[in-house]
Structure formats: C-alpha cells, structure tokens
C-alpha cells in the first residue's frame, strides 16, 4: 500500500511568484486537508476537499487555492508569495470526512520564498 | 473556536526512563477526538496515540499511555521505558466527529521537543 506522497520536497520562490503543491492520496482515501507548519510551530489547518469539493477552510486569504481530482490527488496553490509564506506545506489523506478517520500525512514540501 | 495549548516547549528524559507531556484543550463540543502525533526530524508526522472523548478509559499504545481528563480539558502523554527514537517533536491534536465551517480539520497545539539521553 502505498502513503501520501508529495511533490516536491523542496521550492525556492521569490516573492510575488505563484507556486503549486501537489499530493497523491494513500489508495482508498477521497479526502485530502492541506496544512502549513511555520518553523517549530505547530501544523495550522489551510482547508479540506473531500470527494473533488473544498469542504472546510482555515484562516488563510483567497490567494490560497486548491483542487482535487478524480483520482483524489491534489493541488494546492499559492498566488503572489510573500515571505510569510515560507513554511513546510503538510497534506494528510483519510477514507474520509468523518473526526473519527485516521489523517495520514506526507513528508511536506519546503517552501522557502526570498 | 477549540484551541489546543502545549505549554512546554521542551522536554528531556533519560533512557528507559517514563516522562509525562502536557496538553489542555478549550472547546464547548461533548463529543470530540484527541490525538498525539510525533514528527521526528525527518519530518512525516506519525500517529502516536488517539482518544475518542466519550470513552473514559484512557487510551494504552504498547509504551505510550494517555492520561484523559474531561472534566479539566486535559490530555497527556506518557511515555514509558524512553527510547533514543522517541526523540521528536510531539504534538497535540483535536479534531470535531463531524462536519463544520473547518471541515473535520485537525487543531494542533505548538509542540513539545522530547529529547532522549543515553
């Protein structure tokens, strides 16, 4: 069986660019959260799709965009970098949407914008 | 809004040695999920332990225990006879049964750093 797996690990961007995260699933799993952990803090929740629709969403402002896809891989998006947006990007995968799922997450991309 | 607090920011223990980490919680839900994730340095953040709050026994994973105190919105993590892979950073998680504005969204705390002596 294979876990979620993310691409890819590391990114250099320069602020104001556009970025694009990606995630496959673990096998059997149709729903998908994204989290940004900032350094030595803990992972902070950006949003949820479940089943190809964004189903939640944290904290974050619009320039923070996602897909799923049929497969219920995904993408997440980063328009206009700032700097504050330097962070390890966790996505986690579950069978789905309900509390009791188990969220397994992927190693993260790094990104780091200059 | 729930909000999870980890108010040590690091812990050491020898090894074989037990050491208690701390977490309280804030939320108006009866119904819940705690968890305890570990991320080791190498950064996949790993399940640990998990409790579902309408159970009253406390949860037991071979050496990790938890210590669910529902009435103080306290869960804590024991780790038993510590090990040099024990080492990581440790975080405490809160998760609603079902659907809201936030989805099923996990709400982690800041973390504790075990370190493991020899």
């Known amino acids: 069986e294979t876990g979620v797996t993310q691409s890819p690990t590391h990114l250099i961007k320069t602020r104001g660019q556009q970025v694009t995260l990606r995630c496959s699933s673990q096998s059997g799993h149709n729903t998908v959260s994204w989290y940004q952990q900032a350094l030595g803090q803990g992972p902070q929740f950006i949003f949820q799709y479940y089943r190809e629709e964004e189903n939640g969403r944290g904290n974050f402002p619009p320039r923070f965009s996602g897909l799923q896809f049929p497969n219920y891989s995904s993408e997440l998006n980063v328009n206009a970098l700032e700097l504050d947006d330097s962070a390890l990007y966790l996505c986690a995968s579950s069978q789905g949407l309900a509390g009791g799922y188990e969220q397994y997450f992927g190693p993260g991309t790094r990104l780091t914008v200059t | 809004a729930q909000t999870v607090t980890q108010s040590q920011p690091e812990m050491s223990v020898q090894e074989a040695e037990t050491v208690t980490l701390s977490c309280t919680y804030d939320t108006s839900e009866s119904d819940y999920y705690l968890f305890w994730y570990k991320q080791p340095p190498s950064r996949q953040m790993i399940l640990v332990i998990r409790?579902?709050?309408?159970?009253?026994q406390n949860a037991t994973e071979n050496r990790f225990s938890v210590n669910f105190q529902k009435a103080a919105k306290s869960f804590s993590l024991k780790i038993s006879d510590s090990q040099l892979g024990d080492a990581a950073m440790y975080f405490c998680?809160?998760?609603?049964?079902?659907?809201?504005?936030?989805?099923?969204?996990?709400?982690f705390g800041k973390g504790t750093t075990l370190s493991v002596s020899s």
């Open positions: 998680a809160y998760r609603t049964p079902t659907v809201n504005q936030a989805g099923t969204a996990l709400i």
């Open positions: 409790q579902e709050a309408y159970k009253q």
